[in-house]
Each structure stands twice: as structure tokens, then as C-alpha cells.
């Protein structure tokens, strides 16, 4: 049994090497890099996470929100400016890992991870329409229905093989088969050396080239915080994926830990930064990889490549490998969030849109905070709505008030609403056994009440709060009996 799952994540790391390749060659294009900057990147951080992450089977390397977010750094800076901030934004992540700050990804709500994975599935599937232009303009003739052909077949093979054998991985088959025949026939198709030649050597141990001092961090500091930012959200909303997909339990800060030094190794020997990338690990997920050892294999293969095997991994179609994402994107689609658009309150159907949109035409980072602050806000405004009060007139002339609800900066008007100091008794009784003190705004909520009292020359007891009520008062020097 250990012999078969050790085979099956081989097997899986293979596939996703493949498709590793063409990712973090074009990222690093994107980003105004030599291509080896971006394989040798994916090698370091694809094996360091694997081995010492906190989610196996999760696949993390030299990735595009990254690259976005380095562009202008590199343009104006150098090189050198980049690998300085990579080292910084690795820094930032195992400080945030340290910390035990991963558990904040609870705070990302459902409909914003719908709306993530939406949106990634869909700039993938946008990501691969590039190939089907040459030289900035769009194939036509037979070179675009033969590509067009070939990606049909790629993904004809990775539908329909499952359903004769799980021997191996169907994405593994489609590349090599399709490879095969394109060679054996002569077909005039592009190839993954027409992106770039990816031989090389061994990445060398050094410093980057910058003055250390404190012009230098004002460059580069915040592009390490962006940096960080994005790997991290990225990170881990795709270990939340991986999680649901394989039904197991994966350790948030120890990925953020082992992310961080991957980037600061990878800094150190001319490699991109990178983080987890949501259709690599959806291809080893799908291809059968569970374990450390997938990953692992994902990335030694990767320098492999560069090393010793770039005259034939140049010879891979790219049809092959635009089929096999073509595939990931249609896996990674919530397509039941469609299901459910009709069934869901608006609020989340408009937060699930919105994520999906902005991840499209902005970046990651962004599309996760705006879902996040739509679906705090709307939360509070839900909780704000739910206070209210019942009144009664007691046998000694004194007026009673029971409150239910939550009292922070959203239902503070509500709160004061419920309340007729001008036309109340002398004596008036505020019941919180049902009321929860959240915030600073409850405090003072609670103070403007007793003020309003006083000028009328009444007075208002307060009963039944909560312990932490109590002393979230004290501390404010707020009285309350």
C-alpha cells in the first residue's frame, strides 16, 4: 500500500512539473526576468514547502500574482532590488507564520472563497489565450485549427482516460501522447522552446548586489509587504481549497513559516518569490498526489529540466499544456456556486459576483479585501438590525427595559432609539442580560444614555451585564450600577 502511494505522488509531481513550466516561464517574462529566475524559483520554493510546509499535496511556486505585483520594482530598479525584496517578503511571511497569524484566514467568509476560485479559474482559462497568438497577433489558417485540434484532443484524453484506467495520471498521458505525435508527425506547432530555452546550471549562492542601508529599504519595503500580502492570502485560501478537496486538516501557520524561507532561499539564489498556485495544486490533487513526496518530485523535476532535459521538455507542444489548464480551469470553477445563486441570500450572491469580478480585473489581494469588508459590513448591518427592546411599566412607577441583541458601532442609533428619557419615570432599570458590550461605541453608547437621563433629572440603573461587560466599562471609567 505505502509502495502504491508513494508511485501515485510521483507520478503526480511528474505531471505537475509540466505544468509548472510554461506558469513560471511566462510569469517570469511577465515580470522582466530571465525565465531561469523563474524555474529556478519554482524549484526552491515547490520543494521547501513540500517538505516543510503544513499542507502537502499543495503545490506553491513562482507565482503570476507575485510577478504582478514586481513589474514596476524591476523596471525601475534592477534585478538585484528584486531579490532584496524577496528575502524582505520572506521575512514578513515566517514573521507572520511566528505569530500564529494564520488563523485569520477564518475571517475570509465562504462567499469570498467562492469568488476566489471563481475568479483564478477564470484568469487561468484568460492566461491561456495568449498562446494562441504569435508575435502579438492571433494564429489564423491552419496553424490556429491545428492548435485549436490539439487542445480538443488534450483534453478529450484527460475526460476519457479515467474512465478506462487510473493507472496513471490522465494530465500525464494527454502532454506525453500529444508530444509524441506532434513529433512523430511533423506537426508545425508551437513548442514550449519557442516561449524560451530553459537550459542552465546550478543557481549560485549570493547576496544581492544593493547598498544596505535605509534608502534602499524605503525601495523596497513596500513592494516586500505587497509581496507578502499577496503570497499569504494566496497561500492560504488555496490550503482551505486543498483542505476541502482531500477531506484532511492542514496547519496554516506552519505553511506561512515554510513559505517565508523558501522565499528568503529562493532570494538568496536568484529565484523568484513565489507562493501556492491554485491549477498546479488542482492538477496534482486531481493526478492522485496526497503526499510530501509529489510536491517534492514537482520541483527537483523542474531543475532537472534546466539541468539535463531542456532539448526534450523544449520539444512539449504548448497545445498540450494549454489543454491540460484549460482543463484545471473548468475543475477549479464552483460551478454549484451557480447552482445556488437563486437559493443564497443576495448579499452573499453580490459578494461572490464582486470577488469573482475583481479578481479578473484586478489582483487577488484586492478582490479578497473587498469581499471581506462587503461581508463585515453586511454582517453588521444584519447584527445592527437585530437589537431591540422590550419596556414594561413596573408595580413601583419605575420603567424596566430588557435589551436583546448586540451593542457595537453599527447599533448604537438603534440602541439610543429604544430609549424616552423626556417622557420616562424618574426611576429607569436597563436589563442587559441579553445585551452583549462589543466595542469602544457600546461604551459610549451606554455613557450618552446615562447623560440624557441626567439632564432630564432622572436616573437610569444598569443590571445583569456580563463579567467581560464589566470590565470593559471599569476600564473606561464608565459606571454601570
Sequence with gaps: MKSKRLRADALAGLTTSFALLPECIAFALVAHLNPLMGLYGAFIICTLTALFGGRPGMISGAAGSMAVVIVALVVQHGVQYLLATVLMG???????????????????????????????AIVIALAQLEHFKSGGTWLSGTALYLMIGLVALTMAIVYVLPRVTRAVPPALVAILG???????????????????HIAGGLPGLTLPQVPWNLETLRIVAPYAVLMA??????????????????????????????????????GLFGGMGGCAMIGQTVI??????????????????????????????????????VGVMFVVAQQTFAWASLRVLNKVPLNDVLVIIAVTIITVFTDLAIAVLCGIVIAALNFAWQQARELYADSYLEADGSKLYRLHGTLFFASTAPFLNQ???????????????????????????????????????????????????????????????
Design 178 to 196: 500529444v508530444g509524441l505525435a506532434v513529433y512523430l508527425l511533423g506537426l508545425p506547432t508551437r513548442t514550449l522552446g519557442d516561449m524560451a
Design 229 to 266: 500580502l499577496v503570497g499569504l492570502l494566496e497561500t492560504l485560501l488555496t490550503l482551505n481549497l486543498t483542505d476541502e478537496i482531500t477531506e484532511s486538516r492542514g496547519y496554516p501557520d506552519r505553511e506561512c513559516v515554510a513559505l517565508g524561507a523558501a522565499n528568503i532561499v529562493s
Design 90 to 120: 520572506g521575512l514578513l511571511m515566517m514573521a507572520f507564520g511566528l505569530l500564529r497569524l494564520g488563523k485569520l484566514v477564518r475571517m475570509v467568509p465562504y462567499p469570498v472563497m467562492l469568488g476566489f476560485v471563481n475568479g483564478l
Design 284 to 321: 496534482n490533487l486531481s493526478s492522485n498526489g496526497r503526499g510530501r513526496l509529489s510536491g517534492v518530485v514537482a520541483g527537483v523535476m523542474i531543475l532537472l529540466f534546466v539541468l539535463f532535459l531542456s532539448p526534450l521538455i523544449e520539444r512539449i507542444p504548448l497545445a498540450a499544456l
Design 419 to 481: 430609549f424616552d428619557p423626556a417622557n420616562d419615570p424618574p426611576q429607569v432599570t436597563l436589563d442587559c442580560r441579553h445585551l452583549s458590550f462589543v466595542d469602544y461605541s457600546a461604551i459610549a453608547a451606554l455613557k450618552t444614555l446615562r447623560e440624557r437621563y441626567v439632564k432630564t433629572g432622572k436616573q437610569l440603573r444598569v443590571f445583569h451585564l456580563s463579567e467581560r461587560c464589566k470590565k470593559m466599562l471599569k476600564r473606561a471609567g464608565v459606571a454601570h450600577d
